[in-house]
């Protein structure tokens, strides 16, 4: 079993700059793959960024380039840099754990958080 919390969403302009951490429970934390998700008012929840055991990483084709997921092994928490926020970035954000399956699908995903806000005005 393991937890998850995120934290660091907010309100911030268009072109402006958040960091979302999740911080996992557990002594298995780095057998884990890491996703991040986003879930817009009725809106399907969406693939967003993920990050492998290895630190391989892979980006929805909406957030290349803008977005940056990171680990750090020791502390038991995934990152998610988000720059160049626009309004269309507004949801609320998710981390969750996976041991297989496919990273891109919210069923391949076990372990969930409970979310954070990011709000993105225009």
């Known amino acids: 079993q393991v937890q998850l919390v995120e934290s660091g969403g907010g309100l911030v302009q268009a072109g402006g700059s958040l960091r979302l951490s999740c911080a996992a429970s557990?002594?298995?934390?780095?057998?884990?793959?890491m996703g991040w998700f986003r879930q817009a008012p009725g809106k399907e929840r969406e693939f967003v960024a993920a990050i492998s055991r290895d630190s391989d990483t892979y980006y929805a084709d909406s957030v290349k380039g803008r977005f940056t997921v990171s680990r750090d092994n020791a502390k038991n928490t995934v990152y998610l840099q988000m720059n160049g926020l626009n309004p269309e970035d507004t949801a609320v954000y998710y981390c969750?754990?996976?041991?297989?399956?496919?990273?891109?699908?919210?069923?391949?995903?076990?372990?969930w958080g409970q979310g954070t806000q990011v709000t993105v005005s225009s």
């Open positions: 557990g002594r298995t934390f780095t057998i884990y793959d």
């Open positions: 969750a754990a996976r041991l297989i399956g496919s990273r891109y699908l919210t069923s391949s995903y076990g372990y």
